[in-house]
Nanobody
């Protein structure tokens, strides 16, 4: 069982930066691949970024590639999402998720655990 708690969301102007954190409970955090997803009002939850259990492999949605960076610190049971050059279309609730599969995946149905989400609002 893994519990996930996101933090770091907020209001930022376009072009600004935010760093989201996702703290995980449990001693087996390093066995899980992790992902970030987001959901804007009236839209489906969509993939943002994912990272393998070791951090050696990362994947990004085309819409955030080159602007967002996912990383993890297994000693701290935490995964991060550094978001730079933010745009109004990045406004959404951001969720972190964990999958027992060591390999990172872009498919939300393959994630076993989800956090409650943190709001990110980018003003123009």
């Amino acid at each position: 069982q893994v519990q996930l708690v996101e933090s770091g969301g907020g209001l930022v102007q376009a072009g600004g930066s935010l760093r989201l954190s996702c703290a995980a409970s449990g001693r087996t955090f390093s066995r899980y691949a992790m992902g970030w997803f987001r959901q804007a009002p009236g839209k489906e939850r969509e993939f943002v970024a994912a990272i393998s259990w070791s951090g050696g492999s990362t994947y990004y949605a085309d819409s955030v590639k080159g602007r967002f960076t996912i990383s993890r610190d297994n000693a701290k049971n935490t995964v991060y999402l550094q978001m730079d050059s933010l745009k109004p279309e990045d406004t959404a609730v951001y969720y972190c998720a964990a999958t027992a599969d060591h390999i990172a995946t872009t498919r939300k149905n393959e994630y076993d655990y989800w956090g409650q989400g943190t709001q990110v609002t980018v003003s123009s």
